[in-house]
Structure formats: structure tokens, C-alpha cells
């Protein structure tokens, strides 16, 4: 029985010493595609969600929209997609705010596709894969907060798709704790998705 103690407890720490070297890992990779502008010519430049209030985009998602509109103007795509659902507001979708505000920036309705019902990064990048797959687009530019690109490149990577990383303009991070924990709250979210574990 002691033996067997042994064994589990030897196995238990092997895994959690993996465990750890692989978020380690992780995080010194999202830090390090966090301020990495891929963008080039692609299909679709796909802007994630962020809070909207009362109709109008918060400054988070304002600055996504900014940057995805300046990528649009360069002309490294010719369509849009914004993603995002209520958030909790029974009135209006993230979508549905970032593509009234690139319309009132004089983008053409028809340029943009909007995603209204995805509530997580995962089901965002889902819904992504599916509408390009079914409108036959093969490559992206994906514009968010640049820890949080490497997790959602590497979820529309996985299902076949072309994807170019640019996070939206920001003052360079100021890399404290807080800062370390959003990256391994990233790090996290990505082991479990491909563990398979789906909370």
C-alpha cells in the first residue's frame, strides 16, 4: 500500500511539474505574440468582441473597431466580421454595435459580417471558422488586446484556417502582476481547450 502512496504521489508530481513547465511555456508565448502585428492581405479582418453599453462600443472594443477599420482602409481585406453577443444587454450585441460604428465610419454594410451570439473566445472563434468555411474564406487578420491574440489564433488555427495576429494600438504593457495573470488566465483557457475540457 505504501508503495503504491509512493508511486501515485511520484506520478502526481511528475504531472504537475509538466503541467507547470507547459504553462510556463504558454505564458512566455502569449507575452511574446501580444505585441506581434502580423497583418497582411487576408480574407476577412475579424474584430472580437468586447462590452458594449447602451449601444455604443466600451473603449476596449472602440479601439479593437479603430484598428480593425484602419487595417480595412489599408486594404489588407475586403470584408469585416465583428463578434460578440448580448453580454447581458437585452437590447444590443457586441456585433451589432461594432458594425453600427464601422458603418458610421463609412464602411459599406455589405463589407461587414457580424457573429451575434458568442459569449466566450471559443465559441467566438467557432462561430468565425464556421461562417468562413461556409463563405469559402480561408485566411483572417484577428484584431483584440494583445494577450489575448495568441490564444484565439492558435483556436482558429486548429480548425483550418490562415490567421494573422494584430492586437490593437496600446501603450506597452506594464508587465506587473496583474499583467502576468492575464496572460496565464490566457495560458489556462488554452491548456483546457486542448485537454479537451470544456467549462
Same mark, same amino acid.
Given at each position: 500500500m505504501r508503495r503504491r502512496l509512493k508511486l501515485a504521489a511520484g506520478l502526481f508530481a511528475a504531472l504537475?511539474?509538466?503541467? /507547470?513547465?507547459?504553462?510556463?511555456?504558454l505564458v512566455v508565448a502569449i507575452d511574446r505574440q501580444s505585441t506581434l502585428d502580423e497583418a497582411r492581405p487576408a480574407d476577412v479582418i475579424v474584430i472580437l468582441? +468586447?462590452?458594449?453599453?447602451?449601444g455604443r462600443?466600451?473603449?476596449?472594443?472602440?479601439?479593437?473597431?479603430d484598428h480593425g477599420l484602419e487595417l480595412y482602409r489599408r486594404g489588407l481585406a475586403p470584408l469585416i466580421l465583428t463578434t460578440g453577443g448580448s /453580454?447581458?444587454?437585452?437590447?444590443?450585441?457586441?456585433?451589432?454595435?461594432g458594425r453600427a460604428y464601422l458603418v458610421s465610419r463609412g464602411v459599406p454594410s455589405e463589407a461587414i459580417i457580424?457573429?451575434?451570439?458568442?459569449? @466566450?473566445?471559443?465559441? @467566438?472563434? +467557432? +462561430?468565425?471558422?464556421?461562417?468562413?468555411?461556409?463563405?469559402k474564406l480561408? @485566411?483572417? *487578420?484577428?484584431?483584440?488586446?494583445?494577450?489575448? *491574440?495568441?490564444?484565439?489564433?492558435?483556436?482558429?488555427?486548429?480548425?483550418?484556417?490562415t490567421v494573422y495576429g494584430s492586437p490593437r494600438p496600446a501603450p506597452p504593457p506594464k508587465k506587473d502582476l496583474r499583467y502576468w495573470q492575464l496572460c496565464a488566465r490566457q495560458a489556462v483557457?488554452?491548456?483546457?481547450? +486542448?485537454?479537451?475540457?470544456r467549462v
Amino acid at each position: 500500500m505504501r508503495r503504491r502512496l509512493k508511486l501515485a504521489a511520484g506520478l502526481f508530481a511528475a504531472l504537475a511539474a509538466a503541467a /507547470g513547465t507547459w504553462l510556463a511555456m504558454l505564458v512566455v508565448a502569449i507575452d511574446r505574440q501580444s505585441t506581434l502585428d502580423e497583418a497582411r492581405p487576408a480574407d476577412v479582418i475579424v474584430i472580437l468582441g +468586447a462590452a458594449a453599453y447602451r449601444g455604443r462600443p466600451s473603449p476596449v472594443l472602440r479601439a479593437r473597431l479603430d484598428h480593425g477599420l484602419e487595417l480595412y482602409r489599408r486594404g489588407l481585406a475586403p470584408l469585416i466580421l465583428t463578434t460578440g453577443g448580448s /453580454g447581458g444587454d437585452p437590447h444590443f450585441t457586441e456585433s451589432e454595435v461594432g458594425r453600427a460604428y464601422l458603418v458610421s465610419r463609412g464602411v459599406p454594410s455589405e463589407a461587414i459580417i457580424i457573429e451575434p451570439e458568442s459569449e @466566450s473566445t471559443a465559441q @467566438s472563434t +467557432a +462561430a468565425v471558422a464556421e461562417i468562413m468555411r461556409r463563405m469559402k474564406l480561408r @485566411s483572417c *487578420i484577428v484584431v483584440s488586446d494583445g494577450y489575448h *491574440i495568441f490564444r484565439a489564433k492558435k483556436f482558429l488555427e486548429e480548425m483550418g484556417l490562415t490567421v494573422y495576429g494584430s492586437p490593437r494600438p496600446a501603450p506597452p504593457p506594464k508587465k506587473d502582476l496583474r499583467y502576468w495573470q492575464l496572460c496565464a488566465r490566457q495560458a489556462v483557457g488554452y491548456m483546457l481547450w +486542448a485537454l479537451k475540457i470544456r467549462v
